[in-house]
């Protein structure tokens, strides 16, 4: 099994920055694709970022676009999220997830296509 361990939320001011951190273990063997997902109260889980296995392809949803940078470690089982010009509709509980695809799908609607899933970090922006 894969075990996904995010890091790195908490509060934050509008226009600051957060890096969040998504640790994977277990069947590290296998060439994930790895994406960040988020949810708000009362909303649904929206896709955020995804990156390839080699890291060479990303996605990016339109309202993050330009703020927020995904990057996954050398080792390959660190992934990174920079979040920049926060504001506070970028608030919500942030998931990790892993694609046992090794690049990322055309879409991933309400996160179906992610096999394995984090328990969430909270980044609240303050207005």
């Known amino acids: 099994q894969v075990q996904l361990v995010e890091s790195g939320g908490g509060l934050v001011q509008a226009g600051g920055s957060l890096r969040l951190s998504c640790a994977l273990s277990g069947r590290t063997f296998t060439p994930y694709t790895m994406g960040w997902f988020r949810q708000a109260p009362g909303k649904e889980r929206e896709f955020v970022a995804a990156?390839?296995?080699?890291?060479?392809?990303?996605r990016y949803a339109d309202p993050v676009k330009g703020r927020f940078t995904i990057s996954r470690a050398v080792a390959k089982t660190t992934v990174y999220l920079e979040m920049s010009g926060l504001t506070p509709e970028d608030s919500a509980v942030y998931y990790c997830?892993?694609?046992?695809?090794?690049?990322?799908?055309?879409?991933?609607?309400?996160?179906?296509?992610?096999?394995?899933w984090g328990k969430g970090t909270l980044v609240t922006v303050s207005s």
């Open positions: 990156i390839s296995w080699s890291g060479n392809t990303t």
């Open positions: 997830a892993a694609d046992r695809l090794p690049a990322p799908r055309d879409s991933y609607p309400g996160g179906i296509g992610m096999d394995f």
